[in-house]
């Protein structure tokens, strides 16, 4: 099992512009999130999905869409880049509540200039 | 709001050395998860806690959830380089279903053993 997968690893973008951050994950689970990481603010969750065409949003979800046609992809879509959006992504699969255990990608290293 | 609070911050020690982590908050949690993160990848779950008072022990990694489920501390014994990293509690909100899938997380505690 490769796990969790996210695409790209690193990307650079101007202001202004869109992007989707890829995620796929091979263990079926149905729980999947967006987290974005920053210095002194931790984990902070973006959206999150409890199935196939149910999303619903975190904390910060402004700025960001998502979308669930399959169990397997949860992409990332930033809809007009802007610095603030400068961080480090993870996407995370978990199999069912009460625990919620993560299981986390790589990352992806965005900084939008 | 609900907080976790991790302690320390930074912790660097030499290999060898014996040290504990901690994680508060003033809030109940039905249970609390472990991760480490190395640089440049994603936090691992190292265990789960769930009932007042557990111990649970990973190699020598002891983790142990408070009595009233609002706090839990990480002690590794003899300490290895291999130990270093950022080590994130994450607690599961005692509430509802949906409170569930909203893990709260600490900001981590972030430690260096040096060889």
């Known amino acids: 099992n490769a796990g969790v997968t996210q695409t790209p690893k690193f990307q650079v973008l101007k202001t202004g512009q869109s992007m989707t951050l890829q995620c796929a994950q091979d263990m079926n689970h149905e729980y999947m999130s967006w987290y974005r990481q920053d210095p002194g603010m931790g984990l902070r969750l973006i959206h999150y999905s409890v199935g196939a065409g149910i999303t619903d949003q975190g904390e910060v979800p402004n700025g960001y869409n998502v979308s669930r046609s399959t169990t397997e992809d949860f992409p990332l879509r930033l809809l007009s880049a802007a610095p603030s959006q400068t961080s480090v992504y993870f996407c995370?699969?978990?199999?069912?509540?009460?625990?919620?255990?993560?299981?986390f990608g790589p990352g992806t290293r965005l900084t939008v200039l | 709001t609900q907080l976790l609070e991790q302690s320390p911050q930074f912790l660097s020690i030499q290999e060898g050395e014996n040290l504990t982590v901690y994680c508060n908050s003033s809030s109940v949690f039905s249970s609390l998860q472990w991760y480490r993160q190395e640089p440049g990848e994603g936090p691992v779950l190292l265990v789960t806690?769930?009932?007042g008072g557990e111990v649970k022990k990973l190699k020598r990694l002891t983790f142990q959830f408070g009595d009233a489920r609002k706090d839990s501390s990480l002690h590794i014994t003899a300490a290895q380089p291999g130990d270093t990293g950022l080590y994130l509690c994450?607690?599961?909100?005692?509430?509802?279903?949906?409170?569930?899938?909203?893990?709260?997380w600490g900001l981590g505690t972030s430690l260096a053993v040096n060889p």
């Open positions: 994450a607690g599961a909100d005692a509430g509802t279903e949906k409170d569930n899938r909203k893990l709260i």
């Open positions: 806690v769930v009932t």
């Open positions: 995370a699969s978990s199999r069912d509540p009460p625990y919620n255990e993560q299981f």
